[in-house]
């Protein structure tokens, strides 16, 4: 059985629902763990029913992890909610058998094929990491946004796989702020030397694990058999960072220019998903409207000029 976790409110509600939707196609028997940071999010989890979804109040683990009080007090919410990624791997981690993957997944992850080939990829390895691969436009990121991308990251319950958690936990605990010129980007910039600081650190070298806008520019697509080739690797999953909603028909990728197989063929497909998450939403909540939001009317007309919104 997969052992996920993830972690939302009710601003990223639908999305992190229409991940829950592709795991069912894509991840074959799973427990979906969600650290809830609403009660909104808690109280929709709850009357969803399913047993694969297993919700947990942020209280709880504030209640776990008593640094974490101490760390709240000094950083933005954001700054806190990336503080809790590594905690909130543990608490999970610490309820599964020995030898057993636990995978932290952002909650605007979507899977387009089989998760297993990841641990398949893997190995004996103790933690799985994947790049952010920057296409040429976009490799200046690197110096702040960092090597390695938290979106998918798993831990192993072995002694290497607690170690590298551990030592991230405590990093993260002491210092999780958004300041580049400081060279802090959260969680995140914290595994660039993971490889070498750590022994049992497998990095994915699947293409179609980690698609994302910073790098769609790097790869030639093709439509096999309805299977998205990205090279020659089958999409396995997309980060869509920065897709706004702001309404139940228009919606788009805020600030990256992507190629028209990826808009055709993963895009409308996400953009149905959130559809379908919404409308089930509505159903145990009609008048929800979370996640919806206008950009400034200077960045939208930007980005509705580059074709970068769609109507659904």
């Known amino acids: 059985m997969h052992q996920l976790c993830t972690y939302f409110d009710a601003q990223y509600f639908l999305k992190g629902r229409a991940l829950f939707h592709s795991l069912e196609r894509h991840a074959g028997n799973f427990v979906l763990w969600v650290l809830c940071l609403d009660d909104i999010a808690y109280d929709l989890l709850v009357a969803m029913q399913d047993h694969r979804i297993r919700p947990v109040r942020l209280s ?41 993957w636990v995978s932290y997944l952002d909650a605007d992850l979507y899977f387009f094929g089989p998760i297993d080939g990841i641990f398949e990829e893997a190995g004996g390895a ?4 994947h790049g952010h691969r920057f296409a040429p436009e976009n490799e200046y ?31 993260c605990i ?62 396995v999953f ?18 990256y220019d992507v190629p028209d197989a990826v808009h055709r063929y993963v895009y409308r497909g996400y953009a149905r998903a959130l559809q379908e998450s919404l409308n089930e939403t509505r159903q145990l909540q009609p008048a929800f409207r979370a996640g919806f939001r206008r950009p400034p009317w200077r960045e939208l007309f930007h980005d509705l000029r580059h074709r970068r919104y769609f109507w659904t």
Not at 126 to 129: H, L, R, Y
Not at 151 to 167: I, K, N, P, V
Not at 238 to 255: D, E, N, T, V
């Open 126 to 129: 103790s933690v799985i990491i």
């Open 238 to 255: 997309y980060h869509f960072h920065a897709f706004q909603l702001l309404s139940s028909r228009l919606m788009g990728q805020r600030g």
């Open 141 to 171: 990121k690197s110096a702040t946004s960092g090597v390695y991308n938290v979106g998918l990251t798993s831990f192993r319950s072995d002694e290497l796989g607690w170690q590298a958690l551990r030592w991230w936990q405590t990093a």
């Open 60 to 100: 709880e683990l504030e209640s776990w992890e008593p640094r974490l009080a101490a760390a709240k007090s000094d950083r933005s919410l954001l700054e806190y909610f990336w503080t809790c990624t590594p905690t909130w791997l543990a608490y999970v981690l610490t309820r599964q058998n020995s030898g057993t």
């Open 174 to 235: 002491a210092a999780c702020y958004l300041r580049p010129d400081e060279g802090l980007c959260g969680d995140q910039k914290y595994l660039d030397d993971w490889p070498s600081r750590f022994e049992g650190v497998h990095v994915l070298q699947n293409l179609g694990a980690g698609l994302a806008p910073w790098n769609v520019n790097n790869y030639h697509f093709a439509l096999v058999k309805d299977v998205l080739k990205v090279n020659s690797y089958p999409l």
